[in-house]
């Protein structure tokens, strides 16, 4: 019950004018952590598919501002995504992306890390 709890507040507790907050995954071959935790998150959540072409974007069922868009391309080269999901659902431009990533300490500890949208240099 927890884990369906947190999915379904991901939206910042959802409600009018909070915004869409969109996470994006890719596929095991450009980062097997991603899918796992895609797959994690599909599976403790109730989610519909939306239509977009051949794109595979499912918007959560119980917070109609959380959307998750399984991509087969690599997270290094997407820019604009949300400008892109815009474009391809015909829904507003996120206002939070979260991207489903695996990182790493240089210590090699479990470490949960959050950096802003692209990387300086």
Do not use: Y
Not at 58 to 74: H, I, M, Q, T, Y
Not at 76 to 99: I, M, S, Y
């Amino acid at each position: 019950r927890e884990h369906r709890d947190f999915a379904l507040r991901m939206g910042g507790g959802g409600g009018a004018g909070r915004g869409i907050t969109l996470v994006v995954s890719t596929t095991k071959e450009h980062d097997p952590a991603s899918e796992n935790m895609a797959d994690a998150l599909l599976e403790r959540a109730a989610w519909t598919p939306v239509d977009a072409g051949e794109h595979k974007v499912f918007r959560s069922s119980g917070n109609p501002d959380v959307f998750f868009w399984a991509r087969s391309d690599s997270m290094l080269g997407q820019d604009n995504v949300d400008q892109e999901f815009a474009d391809v659902t015909g829904q507003a431009c996120p206002r939070d992306v979260v991207f489903l990533s695996r990182h790493a300490s240089k210590e090699g500890r479990a470490a949960l890390t959050v950096h802003p949208i692209g990387n300086p240099g």
